[in-house]
């Protein structure tokens, strides 16, 4: 496993982070004096899905997988997660998926059929190439086969908070951890009304994305989903673009796989990432054929990597040379030197903050 310490005098750690609570006999729990959350951005492929680690309990953002191989592995993945956390009883507190598209939801029957799952929240589309999980959850729910809370955001609903906060309740937020209580807000959620987007945007699922952001003492996470241009300006209008606003963010996942159309200069003027994670495929998937391929896509974009590049000061140890695209289908050797990381290149990632905003990156190449 290779490491990369992203503040300097950050004590490294060796191996996997440990669980942050020690099970006593009798059942009582002990928390470690410096406790963590980590952020596991899983090598789904073209897809993703990021499982949030807790002392208390987890949740997981999005269940894309690109094919059957990346399912197996995510599924083994989670079984690895709860074998170390026997703490959690293989259950996650809830599945939030940012829309309906197959890359985010691929996985979502599979995984609520093989772990407990306590809520799951979407924006509430029941159309999109990713609907069949989605729908099928709800009908099981609605037919009492799961007892699954199931709330859906509208973005009504968050702009109905008075103070732009973001919206949060003990279903969104639903862990109450003693040592350290990590927030979960939701910023952004479906638009029932066209809010003045050129033609085509309204209809595109990605612009109804749900924006999650999550705080763990002064460390905080910033999960974008697909969001595209026409929505990010709307999203930067409303919560503004000053350094420690609700969308300044220590860790960014990277919007729409690091495409060319949904990451933009006011964007990460507002967010000041310190770490940024692209959840993509392999540069070569789709090389011998394909339509919905990182190779097809030309995902990630060279211009998003500049211009994340622009936009940090915090650098990997050591730098790597990755294939960028130019455009679709053409692909380029680039030496990253700033803290950018993605699944393609890195394979999962895992990143670790503490409350006091130490934040330690692991990666598995």
Not at 142 to 149: D, E, P, T, Y
């Amino acid at each position: 496993m290779k490491m990369s310490v992203i503040r300097p005098g950050l004590v490294r750690l060796l191996g996997l982070v440990a669980a942050a609570v020690l099970l006593l006999s009798g059942g009582a729990v002990l928390t470690q004096p410096n406790p963590a959350m980590t952020a596991h951005f899983i090598d789904v492929g073209q897809a993703h899905a990021t499982l949030l680690e807790f002392s208390c309990g987890a949740m997981l953002i999005d269940a894309g997988t690109q094919d059957d191989a990346h399912e197996t592995a995510l599924l083994g993945y989670l079984d690895a997660f709860f074998a170390r956390r026997t703490d959690l009883n293989r259950t996650l507190k809830s599945i939030l998926i940012t829309h309906n598209h197959l890359d985010h939801t691929r996985s979502l029957q599979r995984l609520v059929e093989t772990f407990t799952v306590e809520r799951y929240i979407d924006n509430g589309f029941t159309t999109g190439s990713g609907r069949f999980g989605p729908n099928w959850l709800r009908g099981e729910v609605k037919a009492g086969r799961r007892k699954i809370v199931v709330r859906d955001i509208p973005d009504t609903a968050v702009e109905a908070v008075a103070d732009k906060r973001g919206l949060t309740d003990s279903d969104i937020d639903p862990l109450g951890c003693p040592d350290r209580d990590p927030g979960v807000r939701i910023l952004e959620g479906r638009f029932d009304e066209n809010p003045g987007w050129p033609e085509g945007e309204f209809e595109n699922q990605n612009n109804h994305s749900v924006i999650t952001r999550i705080d763990y003492g002064t460390a905080s996470f910033l999960f974008m989903g697909d969001l595209e241009e026409a929505a990010i300006e709307l999203l930067v209008d409303y919560y503004g673009d000053q350094p420690g606003g609700m969308l300044d963010a220590d860790v960014l996942q990277v919007g729409h796989h690091g495409s060319q159309n949904a990451t933009t200069a006011e964007l990460l003027d507002a967010v000041t990432p310190r770490v940024a994670l692209i959840p993509v495929g392999e540069w070569t998937f789709g090389q011998s054929g394909g339509t919905f391929t990182t190779f097809a896509f030309g995902h990630p974009r060279q211009t998003t990597v500049n211009l994340l590049a622009q936009h940090m000061t915090r650098r990997r140890t050591p730098s790597k040379s990755v294939r960028v695209a130019e455009k679709a289908r053409q692909f380029r050797n680039q030496t990253v030197t700033k803290a950018i990381y993605a699944t393609g290149w890195d394979g999962t990632v895992r990143v670790v903050a503490r409350a006091s905003n130490d934040i330690t990156v692991y990666r598995e190449r």
